[in-house]
């Protein structure tokens, strides 16, 4: 049985969707985490209406904060698309 590694959980008891088994670079494993936003919702339409991207930059920026304390051990890789198709708001 393999544990799973220690660090993952940030504060808030939340870890990341994906970690790789093989370091990728200096030793470090790959920690990915996944999310889908809708540029009309009401957090990102004012910066989606000025530029294409801002809803999934801003999302990014907001997971790359949330994960700075694990960064140490880990590279991290936030994966942020943007939709126009259905969506429930699970702001995390």
């Known amino acids: 049985m393999t544990k799973e590694p220690t660090g993952l959980f940030r504060t808030d008891g939340k870890r990341p969707d994906s970690l790789t088994l093989v370091p ?39 997971k790359e904060l949330k994960y700075a304390s694990i960064g140490s051990k880990y590279l991290f890789a936030p994966i942020t698309v943007e939709t126009l198709g259905p969506y429930m708001n699970t702001s995390a």
Do not use: F, I
């Not at 200096?26 to 339409?45: F, I, T």
């Open 24 to 62: 990728w670079h200096s030793g470090k494993s790959m920690l990915g985490r996944n999310s889908v936003k809708c540029p009309l919702d009401k957090s990102y339409v004012t910066g989606s209406a000025r530029e294409a991207g801002a809803a999934a930059e801003l999302a990014t920026s907001q």
